[in-house]
């Protein structure tokens, strides 16, 4: 089992950054990918950036330039850096780990409200 925990969300205004974090715990050695998705009210919930095993990084196009995903060493952690942001990228964030056996898991969210 794996449990995570996001943090750093909060309210800013259009063009501020904020930092996201994750923190895995658990059989963390069991996580393969991570990513951050994100749903606003109502809208379809959507991937914003993930990381593979070999560091690859995949990001959606509303965010691309602005948004960067990373991890630390021991995989137990990893960040979303979102710079430049807007009132869109309001929405609840999620942070995602997959096993190698596709698997999923999930935090709670954090809330990220961008003021215009």
């Known amino acids: 089992q794996v449990q995570l925990v996001e943090s750093g969300g909060g309210l800013v205004q259009s063009g501020e950054s904020l930092r996201l974090t994750c923190a895995a715990s658990?059989?963390?050695?069991?996580?393969?990918?991570m990513a951050w998705y994100r749903q606003a009210p109502g809208k379809q919930g959507e991937l914003v950036a993930q990381?593979?095993?070999?560091?690859?990084?995949n990001y959606a196009d509303s965010v691309k330039g602005r948004f960067t995903i990373s991890r630390n060493k021991a995989r137990d952690r990893w960040y979303l850096q979102m710079n430049s942001l807007k009132p869109d990228d309001t929405a609840v964030y999620y942070c995602n780990a997959r096993s190698q056996s596709a698997r999923h898991y999930w935090g709670q969210g954090t809330q990220v409200t961008v003021s215009s």
């Open positions: 990381i593979a095993p070999n560091s690859n990084t």
């Open positions: 658990g059989v963390t050695a069991s996580i393969y990918g």
